[in-house]
């Protein structure tokens, strides 16, 4: 239990970080992947669906607290996105290459329309969407580095070795 | 029970948790909560962006102390390489000097560089001299040169010292200008005279294998301008069928229409041995 606090820890901490570093290379105005998501799908497709959907949870309110979206949104799809792919990784086998896609892509898809939604629900003025150019191009990012961040994940797990059971 | 659904639990707090947040966006404590968020993980990023500038400014330093050290270690090695041209070039003059006064030659003149500020031009002689303001008292006849490309290039003479402190230098292109110079690839000597804009190397032998792009230097004869300093260039050659000698025009090295700074070799009594 206490490695497994650790391990957590460690993820979100060592997320935070390389977030920050990405961001400090890479100008925000142009779109990047999603790192948060993928790492959260990576989690989840091995089957910890308990740890997806933590960090989901907390690095989409750090992603809210430090971005344009209201409060709790990108929290809220995050922990869904680490649960749905937690409870669909007994369906699929997330070292294929193919199911890493189709996670990616669907999840993306998916909390891009989850963003609007919960925006035109909850936020009184909405900031306006970015379009869906601008969706589809995160997309297609996701969709290119995903079997690289499922790969460090499942590396970043083994070296923990903890029990999926547990996670 | 509880152990099963664990994850949906979980899920289910964060959900509410969430949408709480959303519903009570407004909200004193969820906008609270926020900042608290926004100011919990700010430092962080600072932290890193922070060192990850000074990383580059400590790269950018050390950078900078690895080419000066390689710099300083070029000069080290220049510097020993001219200590030993030094100490070679004072052994040259040692056995010269032997040589010299076995044969009982003369000894070369001897300069002394004073320099000077063009202080301005005549409106009725601006193509054929300059007036130059030196920083030491100098004589008529005294050369004048400049540096143009790293290497020293002839001006003129001194034509007149004038109670002012300014002293008039006859430019190289005037035609009552004239100085021993010889052809630097062939050693071949001539006399040099002003022709308005250009000038013109005359008394050059009719088999002078003189041609055009050749350097023509100073003799050094007479004592006035130390030899081997650049005078011009050939930039065509003269043969008068039947004539004893051939003549070059040959085009000023130095750019007498841009000359701010100049140096006068004052000529000193020779060394004594």
Known sequence: MKKHLIFLALTFGSGLVFQSLFFYIVPTSVPTPQWFLLGVLALGAQGRTKTATTLGFFWGLAQDAFGVTAFGTQGWLFALAGYGAGTVSKYLNADKWGAQETLTITATLAVAVGVQVLSALFVDAPVGSPGWGVVAVQTLLNGLVAPAVFWVFSRWADLWVLPVKNA | ?273
């Not at chain 2, 003059?93 to 001897?110: F, I, M, Q, T």
């Not at chain 2, 409106?123 to 920083?135: E, K, N, Q, Y």
């Not at chain 2, 085009?251 to 841009?258: I, K, S, V, W, Y």
Request: proline share 5%; with cysteine; charged share 20%.
């Open chain 2, 1 to 273: 029970m509880f152990q099963r659904h664990k994850a949906a639990l979980l899920l289910g707090l964060t959900s509410f948790l969430c949408l709480a947040f959303l519903s009570w966006s407004a909200d004193r404590v969820v906008r609270s909560l926020q900042t608290a968020f926004h100011y919990l993980w700010a430092p962080s990023t600072h932290v890193l962006v922070g060192s990850l500038d000074h990383a580059g400014r400590f790269s950018a330093r050390l950078g900078q102390l690895l080419r000066a050290d390689q710099r300083a270690r070029q000069f080290e090695s220049r510097w020993l390489q001219e200590r030993l041209d030094t100490a070679r070039l004072r052994v040259l003059e040692e056995e010269n000097k032997k040589w010299s006064d076995l044969y009982h030659l003369p000894s070369h003149p001897n300069f002394r560089p004073v320099a000077g500020r063009v202080w301005g031009r005549d409106a009725a002689d601006w193509f054929h001299s300059v007036l130059v303001r030196p920083g030491e008292p100098v004589s008529v006849g005294d050369a004048v040169i400049t540096v143009d490309n790293n290497r020293p290039v002839v001006i003129g003479q001194v034509r007149d010292v004038n109670p002012d402190g300014t002293v008039r230098v006859l430019l190289l292109t005037d035609s009552f200008s004239a100085l021993s110079a010889k052809v630097d690839r062939t050693g071949e000597l001539g006399l040099i005279e002003g022709r308005g804009s250009g000038l013109l190397m005359n008394y050059l032998f009719a088999d002078s294998g003189i041609r055009a792009g050749d350097e023509v230097v100073t003799a050094g004869l007479g004592g006035v301008y130390p030899p081997n300093l650049l005078v011009g260039r050939v930039s065509d050659v003269l043969e008068a069928s039947g004539s004893l000698s051939k003549r070059a025009l040959v085009r000023p090295a130095a750019r007498l229409g841009t000359v701010r700074e100049v140096l006068i070799l004052a000529c000193l009594p020779p060394l004594v041995p």
